[in-house]
C-alpha cells in the first residue's frame, strides 16, 4: 500500500510521489518569537515531527527546514512594552522554543532560516515581482498586485471578491497604507520605516520585509523553487500561504510546493485556542503543573504573565513530555482536538500503559536470559501500524497497534511480579518488546530512564521509592509495625503497591 496524504491545495487524498526518489523537501512554516509557545504550538511541531519521523522510517532522506520570523510587529510591540530590543527579544524566544520543543522530544530542523538573516533573498523576491508586473512601490512601500495572478485563491478557494479585506494579513490594514494600495486585496512586500523601528537599506528606501515574502525567499534559499512538502496550521491557509503561492510562482513560473498539508487546531470547549481568547496555556506550564482546567473563566492576561511562571507548580498536574505527545495522536492531525482535563488524563493514563510496556525489557531482560544481539519485529504488527500511518498518518489507528503490544507486555509484567515466571517463552516477549520500542519511536514515544524520571503518579522517583521501602524495613526490624504500615499506606496513596516475598525482599511496582 503506497502512502496517501490530504493535500490542501488539490482537496483530496493521493498517493506521495516525491519530485526525488527517497528524498523529501519539507518546509514547516515556524513561530512569530515574542512569547512562550503553547498547547496549539505543540500540536504542530509534534504532528510535523511525526510526519517527519515517519518518512524517515519509510526510507525517505528528509531535509526538513524550519523559519523563525524574528522582525514583526507583534515583537517590536513586545521590545516596546519590555524597554527592551527586537534583537533580544527574539533571541531569547527563540531559545525558550527550543527549551520547549527540545521537552517534547521534537527532532532539530536542518535549518532554521530567519527573516533578518535572508534580506537579500527576500530584496531580490521582490525586484523579480516588480520587474515582471506583479508588484509596485508606491513612497517606499512595495505591494503585490493581487489580481494580477490568475490562480490567486487556488490554495483557500475563496473568490477574490469574498477575501479582499482580509488578504493583507497580520496589521497591514491600516489607513494611511490603503491609500497606498492600487486595490484593497494588495499586500504589502516591503513596508517603509517608521521612526524608532529597525531597518534595512533597499532601492525603495528604508524598511523591512512583509509577512508572507519572508518563507516565499527562504523556501527558495534553502530547498529550491518546487519543493515536495510545504506545511502548517489551517489558520495558515489564508492569507499567509495563499500569498506565499502568489508571491513564489508568479516569480519563478512553477509550483511552489506539490503536497500542501495543514494541521487541525486544538480547541478549548470547542473555540480555538488562541492568545487573543486568553484560553491558552504554555507548554512549560503545561509540563510544570501551573494550569487549570477552567481556561475559559481565566481573566485577560498580557500573554507573558501566562508563561514561564516561577511558581513550583502543582505536581499532580504536571503533565509528562509524552503524555502530551500522546494527547495530539489521539486525533488524526486534520481533526481538531479539545483540550480538557479528561482528554489530558486519558492520555496521561495511556503514555502509563505505553510506558510500562517499553520499560518491560529494560526490567526482565536478565531475568529472561534475552539475547541481546536480538533484531526482529512482529511483521503482523508492523503491518498494521504501517496501513495506518500510510493512510494519511492516521495515529489514533497507529496507537491501537502500541496499546495492544504494551498491554500484552504488561500482563506479563505482573504474572514476572506476582509469580516470579511465566509460560510466554521469552523470544516472544523480545520479538514483541523490540516491536513496541520501533514503532513508539516513530511516533517519538521514547522511555524515559527510571532512575532520572519523576513518575506521572504518585510523582515519586523511583529513588525515593527505594528509599522508603529501606525505612519501611529498618522500622520492621526494629519492631515498630505501626511505622512499617504507615509507610506501606504511604506508598500506596502514591500509587506504589509492595510485594513481601517469602526470602524477605521486597519487590514492588507502580498501579
Known sequence: MPLTLYNSLTRRESPFEPLEPSKVRMYCCGVTVYDYCHVGHARAYIVWDMVRRYLMWRGYSVRYVQNFTDIDDKILDRARETNSTMEAVAERFIDEYFADMDKLNILRADEYPRATHSMDGIKRLIHELENKGFAYANSGDVYYSVK??????????????????????????AE????????????????????????????????????HIECSAMVRDCLGETIDIHCGGSDLIFPHHENEIAQSEAATGKSLANYWMHNAFVTVNGRKMSKSLHNFITIRDLLEGNWSGELESDPPQPPLAKGGSKNQGDKSKAVEPMAVRLFVFMAQYRSQID?????????????????????????????????????????????????????????????????????????????????????????????????????????????????????????????????????????????????????????????????????????????
Not at 523601528?197 to 532601492?203: L, Q, T
Request: charge should be negative.
Open 148 to 173: 494580477k495572478f490568475s490562480d490567486y485563491g487556488k490554495l483557500s478557494g475563496r473568490k477574490l471578491e469574498e477575501m479582499e479585506a482580509g488578504a493583507s494579513g497580520r496589521l497591514e490594514t
Open 176 to 211: 494611511i497604507e490603503a491609500q497606498k494600495k492600487q486595490d484593497s486585496s494588495d499586500f504589502a512586500l516591503w513596508k517603509s520605516a517608521k521612526p524608532g523601528e529597525p531597518f534595512w537599506e533597499s532601492s525603495w528606501g528604508k524598511g523591512r520585509p512583509g509577512w
Open 339 to 511: 483540550f480538557t482535563e479528561d482528554a489530558i488524563a486519558s492520555a496521561r493514563n495511556g503514555w502509563n500503559t505505553i510506558n510500562e510496556g517499553l520499560l518491560f525489557g529494560l526490567r526482565y531482560a536478565d531475568k529472561l536470559s534475552w539475547d541481546v544481539e536480538k533484531t526482529g519485529q512482529d511483521t503482523n504488527a508492523v503491518q498494521q501500524f504501517q496501513a495506518a500511518m500510510d493512510n494519511d498518518f492516521n495515529t489514533p489507528a497507529a496507537l491501537a497497534v502500541l496499546f495492544e503490544l504494551a498491554k500484552e507486555l504488561g500482563k506479563e509484567s505482573n504474572i514476572l511480579v506476582h509469580q516470579g515466571k511465566t509460560d510466554t517463552s521469552p523470544e516472544l516477549l523480545q520479538l514483541h518488546w523490540l516491536t513496541l520500542v520501533s514503532l513508539a519511536g516513530v511516533l517519538g514515544l521514547e522511555v524515559q530512564p527510571e532512575a532520572d524520571r519523576d513518575d506521572a503518579v504518585g510523582g515519586l522517583s523511583d529513588g525515593e521509592i527505594e528509599g522508603m521501602i529501606q525505612q519501611r524495613k529498618d522500622a520492621r526490624i526494629a519492631r515498630d509495625f505501626a511505622e512499617g504500615d504507615r509507610l506501606r499506606n504511604q506508598l500506596k496513596e502514591r500509587g506504589v503497591t509492595l510485594i513481601d516475598q517469602k526470602d524477605g525482599i521486597t519487590i514492588w511496582h507502580r498501579s
